[in-house]
């Protein structure tokens, strides 16, 4: 049995305000100091999957797969650091492919692919805030899909997995094959690959595959235009000789603020 993660190269979601831009031409964001990262997201779905490869049958082993630029080699090495069995990289000639078309190209892959068993994903997406890849996955391959997992084991030789929902936590009995998105919680700490380990992952080969490049396939939602809004800030500074003056002052400038919002135009 293998267990699939898709993982997502992204730029570091931590990146300061002052380094973030976005071309104005493709849309695509970019920064002065390029810092790139897999998905947050997908990193959770990376260590449930690890996780649960421990209660799965001898034998069972965890690939990442990442459907992007040749860049994201290195950060596929990140994962064969802390034991990842094999890492796969998807290559794509554009580096801002849609989370729709990462999918379909995901799916494409799976497919041919006789012994995954279990897909695991990020439940959203750090840069675009969409949650396509999973259900996306799940329809191309016919699979079923379960939401905010934040761990998988194998019972009894019954796969079941911990997912959160509207009141609490929930243990799910699944049938495989089975498609899954992971989120957050309190017990899932992200694991730090041990120096020899780093070691070990530089000298590892990466498969690498090109994509097919049928991007647009069948995607209804398209962006028109992606763009950091121009925002004016003022800053006034409210005097007075008590706390008392400075409450009133206050309150007469916010009464003038909101009378000119409400003002018709």
Known sequence: MRIAVLMKYVLDPDVL????????VTGTPSSTFPSYQFDPYDRIALEVALNARVTCPAGTKVTSVCVGPDAAEDRLRETLAVKCDEGILIETRSPAISDFDRACEAAKWLADQGDVSIVLCGRLTADSDTGEVGPVVAERLGWPMISNVVAVEMRDGQLVCKRESGEGYEWVKVALPIVMTATNAPNIAIRKAKLQDVMRAQRASVTR???????????????????????????????GDTAEDKARELSTVLRAHLGAARAPS
């Open 209 to 239: 595959l090109q994509a097919s490049q049928t991007e647009g396939s069948g995607r209804k939602l398209n962006t028109v235009r992606a763009y950091i809004p121009d925002v004016t800030r003022t800053c006034r500074w409210i005097e």
């Open 17 to 24: 305000a002052r380094d973030f831009t976005v071309d104005p």
